[in-house]
């Protein structure tokens, strides 16, 4: 038996419903395997933590985390509760500290989820963006000099480091290879920021000599979100600084449909520390309680953690059942279903119990 210790997060709004149905379908997986256990822990850590303790986990939380194999998180966000506390009091100390600095998010259409696009179906759009997730523009260096004042100076500085960029660099050149297509879009602008972005570009051409059987091309941001809409299927793997990773994985993420669908990975490739898991989208207070929040996007995310923990049968299972239910119209109202949360899990479920290969 192959034991995972999984350290669940589901936190606000939709989080807890949607890690809830990610762990019943991950616990219908281990019974069709046989092989594979899951031992999961679920922290009550966000919003309502923050009310009661004045923190949105306690001081040792990353302790607390550490022995874990990997965190499968839920999302942030409370009406009554500012973002910036949400933000930097949960998800960014985790990323942070365990040094989690890439960010991958895959996009792809899912067959019954239909593109804003014309003519753009299953297949032709499948890309992975990598985000650069420890320096860069958020690396929370700045300040404000004569603050409320006429005269005040705000200052948002953005720091990239030799080391930083050659890892995440490396990280999606092997990515890259590691597709069908084996191409890399390396996204920069060098154009207009002449320092740290022209760094990336020649930090590139090194990385890119260790991976010759790697094609791959330079674009500024701004002209790839055009690309992204006009020339989608020219796209294979990304690589972008945090800012702009953030911007375009929104922009891909409305192309393939529906923030409910679409997932991310922060991964410490070393293993040294525990990577986490999530959905892209946030905690949905218009739709909290209502139990139509699309569960895919926690699935999909269910299925990076599998790969990352060496399991690839069991991601490439939990994604064909995802597949099939989506094809089969069994889709939440955000991408035109009638769907419930618990129909679209019950029939994930079913979907892999039944599967005979
Ligand atoms: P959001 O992602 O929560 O919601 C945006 C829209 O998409 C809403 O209409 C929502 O109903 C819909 N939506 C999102 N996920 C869905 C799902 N699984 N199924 C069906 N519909 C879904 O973004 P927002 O409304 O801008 O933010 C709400 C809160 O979440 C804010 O406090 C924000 O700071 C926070 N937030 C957190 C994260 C995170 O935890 N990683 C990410 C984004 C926003
Ligand atoms: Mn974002």
């Not at 930097?88 to 942070?96: A, D, K, S």
């Not at 792809?108 to 003519?119: A, E, N, Q, T």
């Not at 740290?196 to 991976?211: N, P, R, S």
């Not at 701004?222 to 922009?251: G, Y």
Request: overall charge negative; proline content about 6%.
């Amino acid at each position: 038996m192959r034991t995972y210790k999984i350290a669940a997060i589901p936190a606000d709004g939709i989080g807890p419903e949607v890690i809830e149905a990610g762990l019943e379908v991950l616990s219908a997986l281990e019974k069709r395997d046989g092989t594979i256990k899951f031992d999961v822990e679920t922290f009550d850590w966000g919003s309502d933590y923050y009310k009661q303790h004045g923190v949105m986990m306690p001081d040792d939380g990353l302790e607390q985390l550490k022995p874990f194999d990997a965190i499968y998180f839920g999302a942030v966000g409370a009406a009554d509760v500012p973002d910036h506390i949400t933000l930097w009091g949960l998800r960014l100390p985790i990323c942070q500290g365990f040094d989690q600095y890439a960010n991958v998010r895959p996009t792809k259409i899912i067959p019954g989820v239909s593109s804003p696009l014309k003519d753009v179906g299953v297949g032709d759009l499948d890309w992975v963006i990598v985000r650069e997730n420890s320096e860069g523009e958020y690396s929370g260096h700045g300040g404000r000099a004569h603050k409320g004042m006429p005269e005040e100076v705000g200052t948002e500085v953005s720091i990239f480091t030799r080391v930083g960029v050659t890892r995440i660099m490396r990280y999606a050149f092997a990515l890259a290879q590691s597709r069908p297509r084996k191409h890399l879009t390396v996204v920069t602008k060098s154009n207009a920021q002449r320092f740290g972005m022209v760094m990336w570009d020649e930090i590139a051409a090194e990385i890119a000599a260790e991976f010759p059987d790697v094609t791959w091309d330079k674009m500024l941001v701004d002209a790839m979100t055009v690309r992204m809409v006009k020339d989608p299927k020219s796209i294979d793997t990304i690589v972008a600084t945090n800012l702009h990773a953030d911007i375009l994985s929104d922009l891909a993420g409305a192309l393939a449909g529906s923030l409910g669908v679409a997932p991310t990975a922060n991964i410490d490739p070393e293993k040294r520390f525990p990577s986490m898991f999530e959905p892209i989208h946030g905690s949905a207070f218009d739709i909290t309680g209502k139990g139509i929040a699309n569960p895919v996007a926690s699935f999909w995310t269910a299925s990076q953690m599998l790969d990352h923990l060496g399991e690839p049968e069991a991601s490439a299972r939990l994604m064909r059942a995802v597949e099939r239910v989506c094809a089969d119209g069994i889709v939440t109202p955000d991408v035109g279903g009638t769907a419930t949360t618990s129909e679209v899990t019950d029939a994930v479920c079913e979907a892999i119990r039944r599967e005979n290969i």
